[in-house]
């Protein structure tokens, strides 16, 4: 159950993309599809962005992608905009009803 | 539209108790798993525990084992964590947190409550 590994940090300038990898193990995000991502704003509740590695809940703007390759997963934040700027967290189910979460990415909107 | 209200967080001293409650409205709430997770402060997110539909299963992150127990009632919408032998490591707020049907995830969240475990 150890976390899963994100960069502290990312950023972009509105209208570019950032990318935030995300990885974790062969017991984890290597063998479910099952990894999602959250957008927390400072004081907040966290919010699901994605899920099922690339499915985006309805109101979900397709700015939002996600993918997965072998035990790494990645968000991408499109046309980046000044709410854009939060805490952003992965999820994976692993396994027997447990889930991990990843150590988290601040975005920067410079 | 769902709605996730904890309550119960307060400041304890450690090896104390605490029961945290959560009311869930706007979902039939026999019908879904819940879950628990915490943020210490200035930290991520850490998933602690996850009860089914039903109340019959119940699973829990290898840190909290023996010391916490999620429970629910479903006559009330309530889901409960039951908090014992707390550490000064256990202070954060605890997120009230609910599963879709048929997938792996968390899809609404509550505000959160905060547990302080202090001296």
């Known amino acids: 159950q150890s976390a899963l590994t994100q960069p502290l940090s990312a950023s972009g300038s509105p209208r570019q993309s950032v990318t935030i990898s995300c990885t974790g193990t062969s017991t984890d995000v290597g063998d479910y599809n099952y990894v999602s991502w959250y957008q927390q704003h400072p004081g907040k509740a966290p919010k699901l962005l994605i899920y099922e590695v690339s499915k985006r809940p309805s109101g979900v703007p397709d700015r939002f992608s996600g993918s997965k390759s072998g035990n790494t997963a990645s968000l991408t934040v499109s046309g980046l905009q000044a709410e854009d700027e939060a805490d952003y967290y992965c999820?994976?189910?692993?396994?027997?009803?447990?889930?991990?979460f990843g150590t988290g990415t601040k975005v920067t909107v410079l | 539209q769902v709605q996730l209200v904890e309550s119960g967080g307060e400041e304890v001293q450690p090896g104390g108790s605490l029961r945290l409650s959560c009311v869930a409205s706007?979902?039939?709430?026999?019908?879904?798993?819940m879950h628990w997770v915490r943020q210490a402060p200035g930290k991520g997110l850490e998933w602690v525990a996850y009860?089914?539909?039903?109340?019959?299963?119940?699973y829990y992150v290898d840190s909290v084992k023996g010391r916490f127990t999620i429970s629910r009632d479903n006559s009330k919408n309530m889901v409960y964590l039951q908090l014992k032998s707390l550490r000064t490591e256990d202070t954060a707020v605890y997120y009230c947190?609910?599963?879709?049907?048929?997938?792996?995830?968390?899809?609404?969240w509550g505000q959160g409550t905060l547990v302080t475990v202090s001296s």
């Open positions: 009860i089914w539909y039903d109340g019959t299963n119940k």
């Open positions: 999820s994976s189910y692993a396994g027997s009803n447990t889930f991990v």
């Open positions: 947190a609910k599963s879709p049907l048929s997938s792996q995830t968390i899809d609404y």
């Open positions: 706007g979902f039939v709430f026999n019908n879904y798993g």
